[in-house]
């Protein structure tokens, strides 16, 4: 159990947060309140495959076509809440995001996902789809995705 834990956080590592953070704000800037949301949806390999190819842009259309991809939502915000945090303050230290009031922005642009991993560019493929996601208003977010504040 311990080994898959410590795999799990290899896998979902910083580095790899910065750059799926990037990849959605690549489609536009977001409130700080979304930013811990981005990793729950793309580090779940279900709901990358499953928005890779629909390009779901409602919520609401997500939990009620698929409801199976947000059940453990909770659970995986708060297991990857620090991996967020650090990804994001990385991010900005690399000032690959800046903050302008409460918006977060990305600072660059082509920066070449495609080249950087088939894990990174299958994330890329579902980026559009989670900031379509994300365009609703946080608390409507945090409510229908069933997170525990």
Known sequence: MVIMNKSKSIYHNEIVGVMTIASVLQHGSLSNAKIPLI????????????????????????????????ANFNARYYSLLS?????????KQLKLFYEDGNEIK????????????????????????????????????????????
């Open 83 to 91: 991996v967020s945090i650090n990804s994001f303050l990385i991010g």
């Open 39 to 70: 990793l729950p949806f793309l580090f779940h390999r279900e709901t990358l495959d499953y928005l890779a190819v629909r390009k779901v842009r409602n919520i609401k259309t997500l939990t009620s076509t698929n409801g199976k991809l947000i």
């Open 106 to 149: 990305f600072n660059l642009q082509n920066l070449p996902f495609n080249n950087l991993g088939t894990r990174i560019s299958k994330i890329n493929e579902a980026s559009d789809a989670v900031y379509g996601l994300l365009s609703t208003n946080a608390y409507e977010l945090y409510f229908n995705l069933q997170i525990k504040l």
